[in-house]
């Protein structure tokens, strides 16, 4: 009878499929663990959230981890095709280029635009007792919100009010006394049967009442939120993105210069280390548009808008990091 033999060389074939396979099911399975650990809940509340990015300056590394898997990591190394930037493969593809020129920066819309989707308000996480504070933060517009973006399993209100404490517990670590403006603006504008396009109104009696209680004050911060695209709002600086900020300044009051020095000397500090961070610094006036933002009541009061209504809160975070830092410079 005679012996039947298998090829060698087949057995070899079968193996070698045998261990693609198993490759190709370990990495399923590491991505899939890798997806499960890196979306582990942060917090539960506001507190929570806020404790827990203040407790550690580098929490956008989290973020930033769940795009770099190895699937984009080696199709940026093969091929500089960036599956985060659909933009990328028209760039390798068909030779196109786009620069940030390429995108228009809208105008910056007024106060009765920003009543579309309005968040939450709410109250201070980490009060603190301040006797002579230099910085006060306020949110003219407390209700513009942030986009929701890896936080809908979670009860966060990512807000422009939110950014302030945040603000605020940053420039308090590094030694500049700092409040913020906890009254309930929304619930004031109610009580006086105001609309919303008297918010302006509303701040100037809090923006006065600070004044009178803390003379000590150097810097007043109107900050805000703007209302353009997430292109046009959000610059990637080293891996790593950011809310855009932009500067506004009323000229329809005689003491405007000083706030327009102020606005420029802030924009041009973030510019010298982080170019494309701020988008400069806008002058308003004429019909349509409030032309004096309270600035009247302080030489050193300015405007800033912190991104845009589709910027996630870490990528606000990133910058609030940045403008705490440039706070410190020019209050030293």
């Not at 109250?123 to 919100?145: A, S």
């Not at 973006?149 to 500049?176: D, H, Q, R, W």
């Not at 808008?305 to 990091?321: A, Q």
Request: glycine residues 4%; contains cysteine; proline residues 3%.
């Amino acid at each position: 009878m005679k012996k039947q033999f298998r090829s060698k060389k087949k057995r070899n074939h079968h193996t070698w499929i045998r261990w693609i396979v198993i490759f190709i099911l370990c990495f399923i399975l590491y991505q899939w663990i890798l997806g499960l650990f890196l979306n582990v809940q942060l917090a539960d509340n506001n507190e929570d959230f806020i404790i827990a990015i203040l407790n550690d300056s580098n929490h956008h590394l989290l973020y930033e981890k769940k795009h770099n898997n190895l699937v984009n990591q080696f199709l940026k190394t093969v091929s500089k095709i960036d599956i985060k930037k659909p933009v990328s493969i028209l760039e390798t593809v068909f030779g196109y280029e786009m620069s940030e020129e390429t995108l228009a920066e809208p105008e910056l819309q007024e106060e009765e635009d920003y009543l579309e989707d309005p968040s939450e308000y709410i109250q201070d996480p980490n009060p603190t007792q301040i006797t002579e504070p230099l910085v006060y933060i306020y949110n003219t517009h407390q209700l513009e919100g942030y986009s929701a973006t890896n936080f809908e399993e979670y009860n966060i209100t990512p807000n422009v009010l939110m950014a302030s404490y945040l603000l605020k517990e940053k420039l308090n670590k590094a030694g500049i006394p700092t409040i913020v403006e906890t009254a309930n603006i929304t619930d004031f504008l109610s009580l006086n049967n105001w609309d919303y396009a008297q918010s302006y109104q509303a701040s100037k009696f809090f923006i006065t009442d600070a004044l009178n209680q803390y003379p000590s004050l150097k810097l007043l911060i109107d900050l805000h939120r703007d209302a353009i695209s997430k292109e046009a709002s959000t610059t990637e600086i080293n891996g790593k993105k950011y809310a855009k900020i932009l500067f506004v300044v009323g000229l329809e009051h005689e003491n405007y210069q000083s706030n327009l020095d102020l606005a420029n000397l802030l924009s041009s500090k973030i510019k010298e280390k982080y170019p494309s961070l701020s988008r400069g610094v806008m002058t308003k006036k004429g019909s349509g548009v409030n032309g004096i933002y309270n600035q009247n009541l302080s030489p050193y009061s300015v405007l800033i808008e912190c991104g845009g209504k589709e910027n996630s809160i870490d990528e606000v975070m990133n910058t609030i990091e940045v403008l705490s830092t440039i706070i410190q410079e020019y209050m030293r």
